[in-house]
């Protein structure tokens, strides 16, 4: 293996070479590579882990998270804020040395501007919908839609008097006249948004947000990426109206460097596509030196095994996302003393597969799996433990709740349904079903229990995931399994139909709070992927949104996560995700400098790794300790 290994590294060497040979990326302090490709620097558009990574470098929001802690909300851009005695007004002073990478100061219109552009749905942001606590802005956000089909169903002329100072203005030709009539009509947006989102800036530096209804959790929503602003007199250069529709049409050249203008602790001053990224510290950054480490390089590497490799081979610091079949072999490995990079982070994410929870199934039958007595012994004859030893194997935790236990401040988390046969047994028994002599469940009047079909995705550990559960259930509960494995469009369609008895599921929270999961669970959720539908549960979550007692509050939530967990069990939870990365670690077996080591890397499940919290550990500072050993 070991001359194969040292072919592969010269070859990882050479490729990186080939690749940086026109134009090369210096080293930086910190050397990263990425498991591909930067989407968009626009932080309004940012969708994938990797993009939103880069935002909290290039970009400051008005508040942070405290990563080394309980994920508690700190000020960052706003230096504090005030909140009204109905919990709906929030008023944010900021902090008036912010500067964006140009000089010009970060102004609390700016922020006005870049959460309208999220909610114009002519920008196509997947988060506009996390806007949409803010007073108005839901409404605006189906208000603009409509004007603009409206608009685009007009005929020229139409458009033209719909605007009658236009049509009246002599001496504009057709084409001039369409133009001013594009503009008028995002003037008009403009003016509608002022008027009806509780959005306002006071002053240069003090920002008041309005909101629909008490949210606890709206100022962790002020830390998330897409609650960045961005420069308006750049974006507003690459943007023009299309006249047939008037769309606002973007062209986003100004996310590029050395375009790009950013408000955050480091600027991009070099991006080679799939070549790599070069950030420097921003110089005009309010807090001089607020990044540890003075320069980064990011490198895309899509192949999942060049990338294990590259790192191994010394090329880059941090791997921030290993994607290999191998990976629980590298963390036995490094239990074993093998290696000392192999790191596994638990996230805020689950492994699940949804129960279909409707009276009947597409094909007409009648659903056994409506009644929650069976979705519960289904549950409690399940050995996760073994699953993820036959599955994956790679350290993940095994989850009898949804929300991952300690990954939300002040959320305690209920117990679920534990691994017992007998008393799931007992359900099966009280739901009308009994294990025959056969070893087959059947009801009273001698019907076997449908086959039950499961739906899951090809790829992944899915298969051995659905093999498993089909054999505990067979030998526990006299159940036949069947299995469905799709790609993955056709997968996804099955599931919104409920075209299936069983689907794998996986869900990942988009904010700090409970809801980002219970959500899922309520009647006509887009998400709810069971059907579950359940008047205490929905009420639980109506009296949440109501309660402004921030300790009353979770404990309704942990209520609504205790019924649906150990009650009317929407969905079968199997293990708690992990996010697998690659660095050495920061110290040794005996607690000294490890050179090479990465520093500053959060364990906590939200998994946000700001960028300027990194540094690699230096020689010098092993020598310095060392030294200092001798001395005593």
């Known amino acids: 293996m070991r001359p194969v290994l040292v072919i592969l590294a010269i070859l990882v060497a050479i490729t990186f070479s080939v690749l940086a040979f026109d134009r090369p990326l210096p080293r930086a302090e910190l050397n990263l590579i990425n498991g591909t490709e930067f989407i968009t620097l626009d932080p309004q558009r940012m969708t994938y882990a990797h993009d939103i990574r880069l935002n909290y470098a290039i970009y400051e929001t008005l508040t942070r998270w405290d990563t080394y802690s309980d994920f508690e909300i700190i000020p960052g851009l706003a230096q504090e804020w005030s909140v009204s005695d109905d919990t709906l007004e929030y008023t944010f002073r900021l902090d008036p040395n912010g500067r964006w990478s140009n000089g010009s100061p970060v102004l609390a219109e700016h922020f006005v501007y870049s959460w309208r552009r999220a909610l114009y749905p002519d920008t196509a942001a997947d988060y506009s919908n996390l806007f949409f606590v803010i007073e108005g802005a839901e409404d605006f956000f189906h208000w603009r839609a409509r004007q603009l089909d409206e608009y685009t169903a007009l005929t020229n002329d139409q458009k033209i008097a719909r605007f009658p100072d236009i049509a009246e203005t002599p001496g504009l030709s057709r084409n001039?006249?369409?133009?001013?009539?594009?503009?008028?009509?995002?003037?008009?947006?403009?003016?509608?948004?002022?008027?009806?989102?509780?959005?306002?800036?006071?002053?240069?530096?003090?920002?008041?947000?309005?909101?629909?209804?008490?949210?606890?959790?709206?100022?962790?929503?002020?830390?998330?990426?897409?609650?960045?602003?961005?420069?308006?007199?750049?974006?507003?250069?690459?943007?023009?109206?299309?006249?047939?529709?008037?769309?606002?049409?973007?062209?986003?050249?100004?996310?590029?460097?050395?375009?790009?203008?950013?408000?955050?602790?480091?600027?991009?001053?070099?991006?080679?596509?799939?070549?790599?990224?070069?950030?420097?510290?921003?110089?005009?950054?309010?807090?001089?030196?607020?990044?540890?480490?003075?320069?980064?390089?990011?490198?895309?590497?899509?192949?999942?095994?060049?990338?294990?490799?590259?790192?191994?081979?010394?090329?880059?610091?941090?791997?921030?996302?290993?994607?290999?079949?191998?990976?629980?072999?590298?963390?036995?490995?490094?239990?074993?003393?093998?290696?000392?990079?192999?790191?596994?982070?638990?996230?805020?994410?689950?492994?699940?597969?949804?129960?279909?929870?409707?009276?009947?199934?597409?094909?007409?039958?009648?659903?056994?799996?409506?009644?929650?007595?069976?979705?519960?012994?289904?549950?409690?004859?399940?050995?996760?433990?073994?699953?993820?030893?036959?599955?994956?194997?790679?350290?993940?935790?095994?989850?009898?709740?949804?929300?991952?236990?300690?990954?939300?401040?002040?959320?305690?988390?209920?117990?679920?349904?534990?691994?017992?046969?007998?008393?799931?047994?007992?359900?099966?028994?009280?739901?009308?079903?009994?294990?025959?002599?056969?070893?087959?469940?059947?009801?009273?009047?001698?019907?076997?229990?449908?086959?039950?079909?499961?739906?899951?995705?090809?790829?992944?550990?899915?298969?051995?995931?659905?093999?498993?559960?089909?054999?505990?259930?067979?030998?526990?509960?006299?159940?036949?399994?069947e299995f469905d494995a799709k790609e993955t469009k056709a997968y996804r369609?099955?599931?919104?139909?409920?075209?299936?008895?069983?689907?794998?599921?996986?869900?990942?929270?988009?904010?700090?709070?409970?809801?980002?999961f219970l959500s899922l669970h309520r009647t006509g959720d887009g998400n709810n992927n069971s059907a579950h539908s359940d008047p205490y549960f929905d009420d639980l979550l109506t009296q949440a949104e109501n309660e402004r007692d921030p300790e009353k509050r979770m404990r309704i939530l942990e209520e609504a996560e205790r019924y649906t967990m150990e009650e009317t069990l929407p969905i079968l939870t199997i293990f708690h995700y992990n996010w697998y990365f690659l660095y050495k670690s920061p110290e040794d077996a005996q607690g000294r400098p490890n050179p090479g080591g990465l520093r500053g890397m959060s364990n906590h499940p939200r998994n946000v790794q700001y960028l300027w919290l990194l540094e690699v550990v230096r020689q010098e500072e092993l020598d310095a300790h060392l030294a200092a050993e001798a001395a005593r």
């Open 176 to 481: 001039e006249r369409l133009a001013r009539a594009a503009q008028a009509l995002r003037q008009e947006s403009i003016d509608h948004f002022n008027n009806t989102v509780g959005i306002r800036a006071l002053d240069d530096h003090t920002l008041q947000v309005r909101l629909e209804r008490p949210t606890a959790y709206f100022l962790d929503l002020c830390a998330f990426a897409v609650f960045a602003p961005c420069y308006p007199p750049l974006v507003e250069r690459f943007a023009s109206l299309e006249t047939s529709t008037g769309r606002i049409q973007q062209a986003y050249d100004w996310t590029k460097p050395p375009l790009l203008i950013t408000n955050g602790p480091y600027v991009p001053t070099d991006w080679q596509f799939k070549r790599g990224m070069f950030l420097e510290r921003n110089p005009y950054f309010r807090i001089p030196d607020f990044a540890k480490s003075a320069t980064v390089r990011i490198t895309p590497i899509n192949d999942p095994n060049t990338a294990v490799l590259a790192f191994q081979t010394g090329l880059a610091d941090f791997l921030t996302d290993v994607r290999v079949d191998y990976i629980a072999d590298m963390l036995a490995q490094k239990e074993q003393g093998l290696n000392d990079y192999a790191q596994a982070i638990s996230t805020f994410g689950t492994y699940y597969w949804n129960f279909n929870c409707r009276e009947f199934l597409n094909d007409g039958r009648r659903n056994p799996l409506h009644d929650p007595r069976v979705r519960r012994a289904f549950a409690m004859t399940v050995d996760k433990h073994a699953i993820m030893m036959v599955a994956t194997r790679a350290g993940e935790k095994s989850a009898s709740v949804f929300i991952p236990p300690g990954s939300i401040p002040g959320f305690n988390s209920p117990q679920g349904l534990p691994y017992d046969i007998e008393r799931a047994r007992r359900e099966f028994n009280d739901a009308g079903w009994f294990i025959g002599d056969d070893g087959l469940a059947r009801n009273a009047q001698g019907d076997l229990f449908p086959t039950v079909r499961l739906l899951f995705s090809t790829g992944s550990y899915n298969g051995a995931v659905a093999l498993a559960l089909g054999q505990m259930w067979r030998e526990h509960l006299g159940v036949r399994a």
């Open 493 to 516: 369609a099955d599931l919104q139909r409920q075209n299936y008895m069983l689907a794998r599921g996986g869900w990942f929270g988009d904010y700090g709070d409970p809801t980002t």
